[in-house]
């Protein structure tokens, strides 16, 4: 059980698409990581996403390959600059959920849930990566169980 975290794709720069939609590069980029999430049956219930255009277009992606009980769905507190705190309060690890969303949210909410410190930086993400995060121990702490991101270098 567990809750997987994802920035979207990479993105269209604002002047080529003012909705920022993503790139062919980011397209492919996420459907490379949804097929190897895929492949090694990765139990993802539901997928959530902030709304904006890039996160929706990744959450389908995702969708589409890892079939997931629900589809996609547009998730209130998935934007950048949200509240971290108050999202924190709402994951249950038991739910297999992915959301879905940007920077630099996603890297604050991980050390949140990490270290209860926002500034306390654990992780890099990647744009398309996956980071699934699990409890651990009877504390209820959150760790990083593992990552599947498209760059290695």
């Known amino acids: 059980m567990?809750?997987?975290?994802?920035q979207h794709g990479?993105?269209?720069?604002?002047e080529q698409d003012p909705e920022r939609g993503l790139s062919e590069t980011g397209i492919a980029d996420v459907e490379r990581i949804a097929t190897v999430a895929k492949g090694y049956e990765v139990p993802v219930a539901a997928i959530f996403h902030s709304?904006?255009?890039?996160?929706?277009?990744?959450?389908?992606?995702?969708?589409?390959?890892l079939k997931p009980d629900g589809d996609d769905a547009e998730m209130a507190g998935l934007?950048?600059?949200?509240?971290?705190?108050?999202?924190?309060?709402?994951?249950?690890?038991s739910s297999n959920h992915?959301?879905?969303?940007?920077?630099?949210f996603m890297e604050k909410l991980t050390a949140f849930l990490i270290t209860q410190d926002t500034k306390r930086s654990v992780f890099k993400f990647q744009n398309g990566g996956i980071v699934?995060?699990?409890?651990?121990?009877?504390?209820?702490?959150?760790?990083?169980k593992w990552t599947l991101m498209p760059n290695i270098r």
């Open 79 to 93: 934007k950048p600059m949200d509240d971290i705190k108050a999202f924190s309060r709402t994951l249950s690890p």
């Open 132 to 144: 699934c995060l699990d409890e651990y121990g009877e504390n209820g702490g959150w760790v990083i």
């Open 51 to 65: 709304g904006k255009k890039r996160a929706r277009q990744t959450a389908e992606i995702f969708a589409a390959i």
């Open 98 to 104: 992915m959301f879905v969303g940007h920077l630099p």
């Open 10 to 14: 990479l993105s269209l720069p604002k």
């Open 2 to 6: 567990a809750v997987y975290l994802v």
